[in-house]
């Protein structure tokens, strides 16, 4: 009685871990599968070149970026009047509006912030320092339309400047490589992980079972991770790094459809584990019933 009682336990023991190996394998496949998805949602969102105009009209249009150039757009001008002649905030104001909206400085900056992107998917660093001629002209003849009687420098003396927010676009060319290999080999690890665990499983109910708190995983802890990489970009990203961070968390909010389609690939293997057992017991019964 006991050798028989030693022998079950180690193929008790056996079984366990084969279940409990398919259902990992299982598990961290439909993770992957996340991880596939995410890859080919944010390539899309950020990684293309060909949307660099869409990239940089977010970034342009994200509220943080906007008051970043608010912000320098107004020390711009009022570096170009003499000390002291800007005392009124309201026509200050004023000026500034007037130029955020003017279509020089738009252009320009749409420009820049679309090389920005290009060159950062190349590796190459942004040119952060906005300041030619034509924008000199423009915020004079603002200032003086806004602020009449107002004592500006002299033209050789100052020029209206920006320290446009694009620093840190090179780390989209670091990303690229890890976001193609997931793209192409991905699905194909996706697909062995899949098939392994399957195959050898001898309860296929109970790996699914064991597979689903892994795709729940794997989904809420990267769901989790986008968010809280978006609220930590507004809150502490440096000021010249403002328009990567917004295209950054652009691109990790993409990834929450598919992160959001394994969390249902988790409840359905954890339904499926549930229910098959029943069904398997149902049909066993009816069998057994007709026989009788």
Not at 37 to 47: H, P, Y
Not at 52 to 74: G, H, I, W
Not at 141 to 165: N, Q
Not at 251 to 261: E, F, H, Q
Request: aromatic share 6%; with cysteine; glycine share 8%.
């Amino acid at each position: 009685m006991k050798s028989a009682l030693a022998n079950r336990r180690p193929v008790a023991t056996i079984r366990i871990r084969r279940r409990s190996a398919t259902s990992l394998i299982l598990g961290l496949s439909v993770a992957m599968a996340s991880m596939v998805g995410s890859a080919w949602a944010f390539d899309q969102a950020i990684l293309d070149a060909e949307r660099s105009e869409e990239v940089a009209a977010r970034a342009l249009n994200s509220p943080e970026v906007s008051q970043r150039l608010y912000d320098e757009a107004t020390t711009g001008l009022v570096h170009l009047a003499l000390p002291d002649q800007l005392t009124d905030s309201d026509a200050l104001d004023d000026a500034v509006s007037a130029m955020m909206g003017s279509e020089e400085l738009t252009t320009r900056l749409e420009q820049r912030f679309m090389s920005a992107h290009r060159a950062g998917l190349d590796g190459g660093p942004a040119e952060a320092f906005l300041d030619d001629r034509p924008l000199r002209t423009e915020a004079r003849a603002i200032l003086t339309e806004k602020m009449p009687g107002v004592a500006l420098k002299r033209p050789s003396e100052r020029r209206f400047d920006m320290h446009l927010p694009i620093e840190g676009y090179s780390v989209l060319a670091l990303l690229r490589g890890p976001v193609d290999w997931l793209r192409s080999f991905g699905l194909a690890l996706t697909a062995i992980g899949v098939l392994l665990s399957l195959a050898f499983s001898r309860d296929r109910a109970e790996t699914c079972r064991g597979a689903a708190p892994w795709a729940l995983g794997a989904a809420v802890g990267w769901l989790m991770v986008a968010s809280g990489f978006g609220i930590a970009s507004r809150a502490a990203m440096p000021a010249p790094f403002k328009a990567v961070g917004h295209t950054l968390t652009v691109g990790l909010n993409a990834t929450s459809g598919p992160a959001t389609a394994v969390a249902v690939a988790g409840l359905a293997l954890l339904t499926f584990g549930a229910l098959w057992p029943l069904h398997e017991r149902r049909r066993g019964a009816a069998y057994l019933g007709t026989a009788n």
